[in-house]
């Protein structure tokens, strides 16, 4: 059975930064696109971050770019999202995804159950 299981969400106040870990088991996940979507409340899914299978391509949506950095490390199947300087607008569950494309509308096969992230003002 393949998982994704994200961690690291919580509450920071803005300006602050947070780590999200998504740990993969069940297949392996280097030879596969990987990446980060989120939810907040009242609005759809959005992409926020992928990475190629050899971590030397990234893509971010607009809202996120300088600010998070996603990266991958192969041996240990996981994926992170480093996310700093943090907005109440970044306020969602993040979901960590793999094996997928990157294009204009990026799509994955393997979802996580999510992780919350909470930005105080």
């Known amino acids: 059975q393949v998982q994704l299981v994200e961690s690291g969400g919580g509450l920071v106040q803005a300006g602050g930064s947070l780590r999200l870990s998504c740990a993969a088991s069940g297949r392996t996940f280097s030879r596969d696109a990987m990446g980060w979507f989120r939810r907040a409340p009242g609005k759809e899914r959005e992409f926020v971050a992928a990475i190629t299978w050899s971590g030397s391509i990234t893509f971010y949506a607009d809202s996120v770019k300088g600010r998070f950095t996603i990266s991958r490390d192969n041996a240990k199947n996981t994926v992170y999202l480093q996310m700093n300087s943090l907005k109440p607008e970044d306020t969602a569950v993040y979901y960590c995804?793999?094996?997928?494309?990157?294009?204009?509308?990026?799509?994955?096969?393997?979802w996580g159950q999510g992780t919350q992230v909470t930005v105080s003002s």
């Open positions: 995804v793999g094996k997928g494309s990157i294009g204009a509308t990026p799509r994955f096969d393997y």
